[in-house]
């Protein structure tokens, strides 16, 4: 255990997160998410929940500034407009944690296709429906 380190965030996940750049994005993928076989190194956090885990790694994870877009979330295959309510509670943690950004929505297989891209995928115990998100990494500011 580390002061000042989220306790949730193991030591894979922490070195996961310490060795992405600028520009890199990690997704939080739910149970049903087929992590394993898109490509990215999957960092396992099972039996953690993605709103927990979403705001421990906001604690310490500051978002792209310089991007249209920092933050993404799977949208409803039949109902693309409705935002499920564990998608809500993704913008109001992003809100607090990192700042005006918007959690821009994503058609399913277009989701999977940037997720194939991402530096790492985090394969959550999450048992919502839709309950996956991509961060891209913003600059670490000097304080």
Known sequence: MLRGIHPLLGPDLLHALQTMGHGDEIVLADANFPASTLGPKVVRADGLGAEALLEAILTHFPLDTFATAS?????????????????????????????????????????????????????????????????????????
Not at 92 to 114: H, N, Q, W
Not at 122 to 130: D, S
Request: glycine share 6%.
């Open 71 to 143: 933050a993404f979330r799977m949208a409803m295959v039949d109902t693309p407009d409705v935002v499920p309510p564990i998608c809500q509670s993704f913008q109001a943690i992003v809100t607090r944690l990192a700042g005006d950004f918007a959690v821009e929505p994503l058609e399913r297989f277009a989701f999977y296709e940037r997720s194939r891209g991402a530096a790492y995928i985090v394969a959550t115990g999450e048992r919502a429906v839709y309950a996956n998100i991509i961060l891209k990494k913003g600059v670490v500011q000097d304080a």
